[in-house]
Every structure is written in C-alpha cells, then in structure tokens.
T-cell receptor
Framework: ETGVTQTPRHLVMGMTNKKSLKCEQH?????MYWYKQSAKKPLELMFV???????ENNSVPSRFSPECPNSSHLFLHLHTLQPEDSALYLC?????????????FGPGTRLTVT | AQSVTQLGSHVSVSEGALVLLRCNYS??????LFWYVQYPNQGLQLLLK??????LVKGINGFEAEFKKSETSFHLTKPSAHMSDAAEYFC???????????????FGQGTILTVHP
C-alpha cells in the first residue's frame, strides 16, 4: 500500500450503531487529520493529531471520537450519529518539517446515516 | 483569521479552451497557498503549491498558478482544457500565525470544472 488509505470506503449505519473508520498512512508522516466534506459546504477540519497527541478539536460533537494509537494509524469512532452526519470523511497526513504544510489525502469513507 | 474565496462554484469550458479558476485569500501573515483537485469518489490530490520564491508555480497535468500579493489572489490556469480535467478544484491557504508546527489548511468552497467536447 502506498500513500494514505482509508477503510471502509462506504458505510451505511443506523443511528444506534457503533462503527469505526480507519486511516493508515504509509508516508512516514507525523501529523494526521480528519476532515468532513458535506455537499455544498467547504471542507471542515475536525481533528488534528501531531506526534500522536490531539492538538486540535474543532467543536466536534462527542458522538465522534478520534484515536491515534501511533503515527501511522488514525481512527474515528462513531456512535449514535444523526442523519446530518452523512458525508464524506477524509483523512490526511503531513510531515512537520520547516513550514511545508502539504497534506496528503486518502480516498475517503462515504458515510450514510439512516 | 484566514479565509479563501473561490469565485464561481461552477465553470464550464470547451475542450482546448483556457481554464481559469479564481481564488482570493485573506491572511494576516505571508501565506502558503495550495490547489487541490478531487475526482468523483476520490480524495484530494495536490496540484501545486506556493510557499516562497517564484510567484508563478507549475503543477501536475499542465496547471499553473500565480501568487499576486497585491491582489491577494492565487488563480489557477491551464492553457488548453482536456476532458480528463473535469473535476472539483479546491484552493487552500495555510499560515503559521497560530504558531503551530503542523499544517492548518483553510479551504475554499470548491469549483466544479466541466469540460465540453
């Protein structure tokens, strides 16, 4: 595998389910990000992990719970979601060196909450 | 606070015509600017970026963009559109005003490019 991978690519879940999204980066980066992409809205940054510590949490509801067990893996645990949470969830990674700030994105997980 | 405005949510061109996608930004410090492309059912792919140095930057697939500080713009161009260029394009800005060592990108709303035969 190369780059940033995300699984599953598609997920349909009921409002009472619990599921997890997985992201893995094969680039040796040390910062990882979760974004939400909804129709007709700009990308919304949800969480940032830098050196495996959560450094940013942009007022995301507690029904979204991130986890970063190591610098290569990032999870987004989901529970009791709402229909408005249906969106494309994108993971990205970057390397903290100088001021590069270039992020590499995975293909996303298309989430539908029924 | 930084922001990005992409003028035109939809742009339509004929194959072989000039592509021009507009991006204006606001930033309190010298910005880093990016253009990403997103094909259907895929993630975002970096087209090009401006950090420092030459203000005209060239990217993949024949795209280029020019950083104009006086106009706070970073418009994306391609001399001749190809059918495969049809996608959604995002402009993004990042700066280190927050003193962080990781990248914080602020994205524009996106522009959907349609290419007609």
């Amino acid at each position: 595998e190369t780059g940033v991978t995300q699984t599953p690519r598609h997920l349909v879940m009921g409002m009472t389910n619990k599921k997890s999204l997985k992201c893995e980066q094969h680039l040796g980066h040390n910062a990882m990000y979760w974004y939400k992409q909804s129709a007709k809205k700009p990308l919304e940054l949800m969480f940032v992990y830098s050196l495996e510590e959560r450094v940013e949490n942009n007022s995301v509801p507690s029904r979204f719970s991130p986890e970063c067990p190591n610098s290569s893996h990032l999870f987004l645990h989901l529970h009791t979601l709402q229909p408005e949470d249906s969106a494309l969830y994108l993971c990205a990674s970057s390397q903290e060196e100088g001021q590069n700030y270039e992020q590499y994105f995975g293909p996303g997980t298309r989430l539908t909450v029924t | 606070a930084q922001s990005v405005t992409q003028l035109g949510s939809h742009v339509s061109v004929s194959e072989g015509a000039l592509v021009l996608l507009r991006c204006n930004y606001s930033s309190s410090v010298p910005p880093y600017l990016f253009w990403y492309v997103q094909y259907p059912n895929q993630g975002l792919q970096l087209l090009l970026k401006y950090t420092t140095g030459a203000t005209l930057v060239k990217g993949i697939n024949g795209f280029e963009a020019e950083f104009k500080k006086s106009e706070t713009s970073f418009h994306l161009t391609k001399p001749s559109a190809h059918m495969s260029d049809a996608a959604e394009y995002f402009c993004a800005v990042s700066d280190d005003a927050g003193g962080t060592s990781y990248g914080k990108l602020t994205f524009g709303q996106g522009t959907i490019l349609t290419v007609h035969p």
